[in-house]
């Protein structure tokens, strides 16, 4: 009797071709420069690291806001900054896009109504682009009236990534803003040994679902993933922000509307790793461009 467990590849795929063809297509980041490098973000678990303000949540943003302009959900699980701030974000975004030329940034009632009359044109534009898709936007934070402390819990940010999928029958961009506040379920000991638990977690919903993982993560002054080293095994993409210093000096910074950043492509398991890709990143309207040029 022959053995049923055993597999080749003439059993799995009779028709190589046909198989090829049922493959996740492919999810883009939205960034030229960007995706000339990466190709596809489908079924990655995507690491985004850096120092502290050189805008990973605002590169996350953007991400998200080049997904749902298509049509496409997005799950962006805010673990640190509440919904609310969030959807200011978002606005602000848009209203860059609308406008390129314009950065309309606010933090509350007041701040909309201090806007210039060019200012909140742009912002009126944005709001309505963002009222086109804002169905594809699936925006939690921890607090209880938008999805509480278990959004902090990777498994059940799984389980809401698989129900967004199933209602919109594409797989959805899952963003978890950031690494180090996640938590899971299961038992563990040490600090490294909850960080490498939840990477190992994260690595298993992007590559069973076809979703792309994309998280934040805060790094140690020598540029290393703060709490876990797993995470540099399992992911399948690790980005690395920083100020482009060959542009600029980092005592100009506060002054600069536009700062020059580079994306270090320090991993890409399915493409050309050691990549530098030079972005724009304006900060008043948490938008990341490919530098020079406009999306």
């Known amino acids: 009797m022959s053995d ?58 953007s991400l998200a806001a080049n997904r749902i302009r ?30 390129p030329g314009t950065d309309a940034t606010f933090q509350s009632e007041n701040g909309i109504k201090n806007l210039t009359s060019e200012q909140q044109a742009a912002l009126n534009g944005g709001v309505e682009m963002l009222e086109q898709c804002k169905q594809f936007l699936y925006l939690y934070d921890g607090s209880e009236k938008y999805g509480g402390k278990e959004m902090r819990i990777v498994e059940h940010v799984a389980v809401k990534a698989k129900e967004i999928s199933r209602k919109h029958c594409v797989p959805c961009l899952v963003i978890c803003d950031y690494f180090q506040l996640l938590a899971t379920r299961e038992s563990t000991g040490t600090a490294t040994e909850k960080f490498d638990a939840l990477s190992h977690k994260l690595a298993q919903l992007a590559h069973e679902t076809g979703s792309p993982v994309i998280v934040p993560c805060a790094t140690n002054k020598d540029g290393s993933i703060r709490g876990s080293g797993q995470v540099n095994y399992d992911n399948d993409i690790t980005l690395h922000l920083s ?34 890709v030079k972005l724009d990143y304006r900060p008043a309207s948490h938008r990341f461009t490919d530098r020079g040029g406009e999306l």
Do not use: W
Request: net charge negative.
């Open 4 to 61: 049923s467990t055993l597999f080749s590849v003439a059993d799995a795929f009779p028709d190589i071709m046909e198989a090829l063809k049922q493959q996740p297509r492919e999810i883009q980041t939205g960034i030229d420069a960007l995706d000339k490098e990466l190709v596809t973000i489908s079924g990655k678990y995507v690491a985004v690291a850096g120092e502290t303000s050189t805008g990973k949540t605002d590169f996350c943003v």
């Open 70 to 99: 298509t049509g496409n959900p997005v799950l962006f699980a805010s673990i640190e900054v509440g919904e609310h701030t969030m959807l200011r974000r978002f606005a602000s975004h848009f209203a860059n896009v609308y406008a």
């Open 243 to 276: 100020i482009d210093q060959a542009e600029c000096n980092e005592d100009d910074l506060p002054a600069l509307s536009i700062r020059p950043m580079i994306v270090h492509v320090k991993k890409n398991r399915d493409g050309r790793a050691r990549a530098r």
